[in-house]
């Protein structure tokens, strides 16, 4: 019994092994291939530096790199190499088919999009019959999902995610000039009226981001001030005149409109 659970144990390895391999060399190689050599010559037109890729192999995590797959490719039976080769080519195929499907999707998406809401597929997988992996920029957001449907379904469901950043419209506080938020978020540095636009790229655990941090030292530094000590539980727009903020819409990043020159709100002195 204990033989019979070693001998499942060894063929389950190697089978997942083998996919793993293969899944390596089709993904860094991009082509098909014949047999031994093309394998090995394949690997060998590898350009740039070591990539380790790590893989769930017989419940453990086992890292892959190009020495450690030309290794087993060069000890590997005629047999595991015949699995091998069908695995690659199969999975080279799919490669190419979901790459013609994300070429195809992201020109549906930029058919007619204004600028600014301009779409790019990142990366799309289709595992299974209307089953989809969506990793897609739309506008000023990116998407990382999982979806159930047609092809078409997809490309109504991304669209509707550009109609709805297209129609969120922010307005300059200062003129009254309006934007497509996606665009004033990507492009806009400022408004014709001299409002300077300030958009969040990143914040931290607590929510605050480095964007507001420059827009408290600036702003406080124009009077000699030292930011107040309490500031990432303050609205700066409740502090200083100048500062407008327009909220993050359809996007996760907060806008502020600000022009100078900078003026504190009364019950902000002090």
Not at 34 to 54: C, H, W, Y
């Amino acid at each position: 019994m204990k033989e019979t659970r070693n001998l499942r144990e060894l063929i389950r390895r190697r089978r997942e092994m083998i996919k793993a391999v293969s899944d390596f060399i089709a993904e860094r190689c991009m082509r098909t291939v014949t047999d031994r050599q093309s394998i090995l010559q394949a690997l060998e037109e590898l350009k740039g530096p070591p990539d380790i890729t790590v893989f769930y192999v017989c419940d453990e995590w086992v890292s892959l790199d190009l020495e450690r797959v030309k290794k087993f490719i060069a000890e590997a039976s005629e047999a595991t190499i015949s699995e091998i080769v069908e695995r690659v080519n199969k999975r080279v195929s799919q490669m190419e088919r979901e790459a013609e499907l994300a070429k195809q999707l992201e020109e549906r998406l930029n058919q007619g999009a204004p600028p600014g809401v301009d779409s790019e597929v990142i990366e799309l997988s289709h595992p299974a019959k209307d089953f989809w992996g969506v990793k897609a920029r739309v506008g000023a957001n990116t998407y990382l999902f999982d979806f159930e449907g047609t092809f078409e379904e997809l490309v109504q469901e991304l669209l509707h995610v550009r109609e709805e950043q297209e129609r969120d419209i922010v307005t300059c506080p200062f003129c009254g000039a309006w934007y497509i938020r996606a665009f004033a978020i990507r492009y806009l540095r400022g408004c014709p009226c001299g409002a300077r636009v300030v958009c969040e790229t990143s914040r931290d655990e607590t929510g605050y981001s480095p964007e507001l941090e420059a827009l408290w030292v600036e702003g406080c530094s124009a009077f000699g001030l030292p930011p107040p000590p309490n500031r990432r539980r303050l609205h700066i727009d409740d502090y200083f005149e100048n500062v407008k903020y327009v909220g993050r819409g359809t996007t996760n990043w907060r806008m502020w409109f600000v022009k100078k020159p900078w003026k504190l709100k009364v019950h902000g002195q002090g």
